[in-house]
């Protein structure tokens, strides 16, 4: 009858592992104790129970000291890589926890492309200039893909998701609806811009199922009044071009409006004021990281500095365009 195979090896655990590579740097077990900050019999119980696991002696006494035998050298030729390995580890986890390397991936409304969003990227670069930042502005159809799928850490946003179980969302902040003018327009000189002031003006204006879209239309409705936009644009961008070459005037976001100076376009508060919120979108699968948070407050401090934060907004429904208190934001303004 055959004699039965010896059992195999059992692998060591990270632990075992970090006091072998110790022993094998200080040359002895109180050396090993004194670079890990344990007691000396504790790593003599770990250097047992890895002995055992692998079923080889590691070490020999030679003279009262430590001697490696061949096998343990052969596995340190090996070993210094999974320690390197575990301090990038160490290193990059930590740098994460402090928001001071990685990536960083930003979606947002196209109307906060213009201004909002690259003060507060410009302000943390400032800061964590080695974080790599992916930025995209999309329409709002493509922003919940893109959280959900994972590809952004967090959206910026003109209105909330859908009621999911998938997503959060939270209002950070607040804009307004302004009137964009060529600087020659007979409203240059108005103070405001009322529905009756529009009335004979072409019209540039967001598509009726976009945020801003539903907004506008309740201004007009408000006033006993449809709008209808002769130039249909998805963006502020694209409507402030169009009022600069003279096409006609334009109801946009104000945040995508700003710049040191309009270039020929002037900005008109409407009466009544039309204000909104802004909003952050995350997926609840993926809490927001050290970077992101950190990001969010950036942000925050640019809207606060603005007036902007939600603690200052008006009283506001949830979702542009639906039923908006006109006269009461009037009276508030």
Known sequence: MSS??????????????????AIMIAGSLSGAARMLCVSQPAVSRVL??????????MFERVRGRLQPTPEAQRLFSEVEGIIEGVRRFNALAADLAAGTHGELSLVCSPSYAEWL???????????????????RPLPFDSLLPHVLLGHADLAISSMPPPSSANTSSQAIGHGFIQCAVPEKHPLAPATSVSVADLAGQTLIGYGPNTPFGRLTSDFFAA??????????????????????????????EAFGARRPQQDGVLLK???????????LIHANATPLSAMAKEFLATLRRVLKEEGRDAALAPTLPEHPGEHLPLRTLAQQA
């Open 48 to 57: 047992a129970t890895a002995e055992s696991r692998l079923r080889m002696l």
């Open 223 to 252: 006033a006993g009044l449809t709008m209808r936009a002769h130039v249909e644009i998805r963006s502020t961008p694209e409507a402030m071009g169009l009022v600069r070459a003279g096409v006609g005037v334009a109801l946009v």
């Open 4 to 21: 039965a195979l010896p059992a195999p090896p059992v692998p060591l655990n990270l632990r075992q592992i970090e006091v072998f590579h």
């Open 269 to 279: 508060p409407l009466a009544p004021m039309l204000s909104h919120r802004i909003y």
């Open 117 to 135: 969003m690259p003060v507060a990227i410009r302000r943390f670069r400032a800061r964590y200039p080695e974080v790599r930042i992916k930025y």
